[in-house]
C-alpha cells in the first residue's frame, strides 16, 4: 500500500533553517494537494501550510513569512522551507496529502504520514 514519507528534519540553532520533504513511497503516484501540521509536546496538532491543486498556499499565523510550501513540477514531493526557526517551533512535522495514480483522472485519497522531529536548541 502506497504511505507518504517525510525526511530533513533534526536539530538546528534558532536562526537556522531546514527543508523538509514528503514524498509518497509508491513512484506510480502523484500529489494532487499537500499540507504540513505539527505537534509540540502538551499541543494539539495544528496545520502549518497548505498548497491546494491549483498552487494556492495558506499559512498559520505564526510561520507566515518564515516558512514556504511547495511542490515541484512533477506533482511527486511536497517541501516545506522553515527559515528563521525559533525554539517555539520544535515539533514532529507531519506531512498529509491527496494522492492519486499519475495515469488517472480522479481527486485521489489522503494519506499521512509517520511524522519528522524538527528540534530548534542553541
Known amino acids: 500500500q502506497v504511505q507518504l514519507v517525510e525526511s530533513g528534519g533534526g536539530l538546528v540553532q534558532p536562526g537556522g533553517s531546514l527543508r523538509l520533504t514528503c514524498t509518497p513511497s509508491r513512484s506510480s503516484f502523484v500529489i494532487s494537494a499537500g499540507n504540513w501540521y505539527r505537534q509540540a509536546p502538551g499541543k494539539e496538532r495544528e496545520l502549518v501550510a497548505s498548497?491546494?491543486?491549483?498552487?494556492?498556499?495558506n499559512y498559520t499565523d505564526s510561520v507566515r513569512g518564515r516558512f514556504t510550501i511547495a511542490r515541484d513540477n512533477t506533482a511527486r514531493r511536497v517541501f516545506l522551507q522553515m527559515d528563521n526557526l525559533g525554539v517555539e517551533d520544535t515539533a514532529v512535522y507531519y506531512c498529509?496529502?491527496?494522492?492519486?495514480?499519475?495515469?488517472?483522472?480522479?481527486?485521489?485519497?489522503?494519506?499521512w504520514g509517520k511524522g519528522t522531529q524538527v528540534t530548534v536548541s542553541s
Open positions: 498548497i491546494t491543486p491549483t498552487g494556492t498556499r
Open positions: 498529509n496529502a491527496r494522492l492519486r495514480l499519475s495515469a488517472s483522472s480522479g481527486d485521489g485519497r489522503e494519506y
